[in-house]
């Protein structure tokens, strides 16, 4: 299966990532967001990421956007990728709609960090064709895709996602339908953690951030990080982890709660734990 044809749900910093990846692999891309002007700030991130790229020996930029069209609706294509906000019920409703609209043939996949994508593939009529296909942020810069199977996932349909992965250049792990999968059932609670230190006075966050940095040889700090991914996607994949695996040892810190009380959701609105410019 090659995927001519790739349907990228949801605008925001993960989808234009992905559409701008599966685009200079080669393939159209029909890029939708519910909001307007959405798609055209993602175009215009994916622009800036792209000029970078060149820089350093990549692909012809205006090449690449010219293969990602923007799409009023959920349009039929060879492949979904969904990367719509963390929410079940949005994206239940969203893995419905797809079900009727694309061919029988093509599989539906979410960039989901949390959300059991067993339950995606129930409001499917072709369970065995739902994946989860879980990209990391900076989507162009790194290259780990996690793929995480569905109880009802086929040995065809993984197969063909983890060699899609490889193809845009990423490097597949597979992991099993667990909350938070591999990669948030490690991370997420480690960023909690920092989050309680900062909360109970222990360190200021950059100490935290320059502990985690030179001390675990970790790129980037967790407070950092967590602005990164944005502080609402933090809480929202703690309390999946909290509800799932039945332990309050997962139960989301209350400075995460109350930073995203105030709109402090990281670098996407200017303010997390840092201020950005
Ligand atoms: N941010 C990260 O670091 C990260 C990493 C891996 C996976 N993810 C996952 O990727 C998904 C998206 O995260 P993000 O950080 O890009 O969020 P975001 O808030 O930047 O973008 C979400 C986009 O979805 C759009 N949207 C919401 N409802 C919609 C609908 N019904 N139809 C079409 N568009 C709709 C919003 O308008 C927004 O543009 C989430 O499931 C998240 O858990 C995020």
Request: charged letters at 20%; proline letters at 6%; aromatic letters at 6%.
């Amino acid at each position: 299966m090659t995927f001519e044809r790739v349907l990228v749900v949801g605008a925001g910093q993960m989808g234009g990532g992905i559409a701008q990846v599966v685009a200079a692999s080669g393939r159209a891309v029909f890029l939708h967001d519910e909001v307007p002007g959405a798609v055209e700030r993602a175009l215009a991130a994916m622009e800036r990421s792209l000029a970078k790229l060149a820089e350093k020996g990549g692909v012809e930029p205006s090449e690449v956007l010219a293969r990602v069209r923007p799409v009023e609706a959920i349009v039929d294509a060879d492949l979904m990728i969904e990367a719509v906000v963390e929410d079940a019920d949005v994206k239940r409703a969203i893995f419905r709609e797809a079900d009727t609209t694309l061919g029988a043939k093509a599989i539906l996949a979410s960039n989901t960090s949390s959300i059991p994508i067993t339950s995606l593939a129930a409001a499917t009529s072709r369970p065995e064709r739902v994946i989860g296909m879980h990209f990391f942020n900076p989507v162009p810069v790194l290259k780990l895709v996690e793929v995480i199977r569905a109880v009802q996932t086929s040995d065809e349909t993984a197969a063909a996602i983890v060699s899609l992965a490889e193809d845009l250049g990423k490097v597949p792990a597979e992991a099993r339908d667990f909350p938070g999968f591999v990669s948030n059932r490690i991370l997420m609670p480690f960023v909690n953690e920092a989050a309680y230190a900062l909360m109970e006075g222990v360190a200021e966050p950059e100490a935290i951030d320059t502990i985690a940095r030179l001390g675990f040889a970790h790129p980037m700090g967790p407070l950092a990080l967590a602005d990164l991914i944005g502080l609402d996607t933090c809480v929202s994949i703690m309390e999946v982890l909290h509800e799932g695996l039945g332990d309050p040892k997962y139960a989301p810190c209350p400075l995460l709660r109350q930073y995203v009380a105030a709109g402090r959701l990281g670098r996407k609105t200017g303010r997390g734990f840092y201020v950005y410019e």
